[in-house]
């Protein structure tokens, strides 16, 4: 599976991005994808994630009510909708995809994703 991500930007705090994460070679059937960032000097931390099987969401508590993940099965394309940002949300954002449907436990896991694409950067700076 190649990843293509894209949408990253720079943004006023408070502003909006939307990222896209695109898949070629194979579908994201039966796979989770998920969303991680890199800011400068810090480890890369799990954002969200979506389960392609039954189309579960799940989020780190601090994206929840401003970040909303979803797809599109026609484009094999999963988005980050990204809302009320905030400067420690400046980071490379990073798609992923898992090889298979992995347990609810290990989605936070950068471990579960085979794939990854080649991130994109976001700042949220006035």
């Known amino acids: 599976v190649q990843l293509q991500a894209s949408g990253g930007g720079l943004v006023q705090p408070g502003g909006s991005l939307r990222l896209s994460c695109a898949a070629s070679g194979r579908t994201f059937s039966n796979r989770a994808v998920g969303w991680f960032r890199q800011a400068p000097g810090k480890e890369r931390e799990f954002v969200s994630a979506i389960r392609w099987s039954e189309n579960s969401k799940h989020y780190t508590d601090s994206v929840k009510g401003r970040f909303t993940i979803s797809r599109d099965n026609g484009k094999n394309t999963v988005y980050l909708q990204m809302n009320s940002l905030k400067p420690e949300d400046t980071a490379i954002y990073y798609c992923?995809?898992?090889?298979?449907?992995?347990?609810?436990?290990?989605?936070?896991?950068?471990?579960?994703?085979?794939?990854w694409g080649q991130g994109t950067q976001v700042t949220v700076s006035s």
């Open positions: 992923a995809a898992s090889e298979g449907r992995p347990i609810l436990s290990v989605l936070r896991d950068p471990g579960t994703y085979a794939y």
